[in-house]
């Protein structure tokens, strides 16, 4: 079966088109780090309670009623240790 994203099934304007967003991360990078370097303390603080608020806003799943996950991630990150 044929790669769908090979070179040769693009359309012609593919090429182009991922070029430019590959351009624009760039761009936007560099963007967020001046917006990051020139951010006062204060408009820290509102950013960072702005996304613990919105994370406490979301309702927590069932799963997450026993346990946050924390002891299976670190499992998994043992498991690839081991297989190094």
Known sequence: MDDPTSKSQ???FASA???Q???ASVALAEQKAIE???MSDEEALAATDALLDLGASLPL???REGTSGLVIQQ???RMMVERE
Request: aromatic residues 16%.
């Open 61 to 63: 799943s069932t799963e």
């Open 75 to 77: 499992g998994l990150f």
């Open 17 to 19: 088109w991922m070029a």
């Open 21 to 23: 967003w590959r351009a």
């Open 36 to 38: 990051l370097r020139t």
């Open 10 to 12: 693009l359309p012609p």
